[in-house]
């Protein structure tokens, strides 16, 4: 089974950056997604790309500054945050799709980080 290590979370004030990684063990030709859970909410999508790193979707609260890559040769897919601001504190898990798609919903993605604080300070 493929294991999925986040890194790269941390503490940052608003308007700044963040380069979020996901090392997965073993190759991953599925979609990847990023996700988020911030404290007393329900975990919500990010970001996800598909097998091949040609498609991209976003959720609107991140879309214009929020990258999400990937690096098949590493197995590792990267999330660029910039223009952070606080409500994006949380913490952010990094999932592993069942299908070639990236997709927005939870129950497509059956491998789960340990996830990666990242707090955003006004």
């Known amino acids: 089974q493929v294991q999925l290590v986040e890194s790269g979370g941390g503490m940052v004030q608003a308007g700044g950056s963040l380069r979020l990684s996901c090392a997965a063990s073993?190759?991953?030709?599925?979609?990847m997604g990023w996700f988020r859970r911030a404290p007393g909410k329900e975990r919500e999508f990010v970001a996800a790309?598909?097998?091949?790193?040609?498609?991209?979707n976003y959720a609107d609260s991140v879309k214009g500054r929020c990258t999400i890559s990937r690096d098949n040769f590493k197995n590792t897919v990267y999330l660029q945050m910039n223009s952070l601001k606080p409500e994006d504190t949380a913490v952010y898990y990094c999932?592993?799709?069942?299908?070639?798609?990236?997709?927005?919903?939870?129950?497509?993605?059956?491998?789960w980080g340990q996830g990666t604080q990242v707090t955003v300070s006004s």
């Open positions: 999932a592993r799709g069942k299908y070639s798609d990236g997709t927005s919903k939870t129950n497509d993605y059956n491998g």
């Open positions: 790309i598909n097998w091949s790193g040609s498609t991209t």
């Open positions: 073993g190759r991953t030709f599925s979609g």
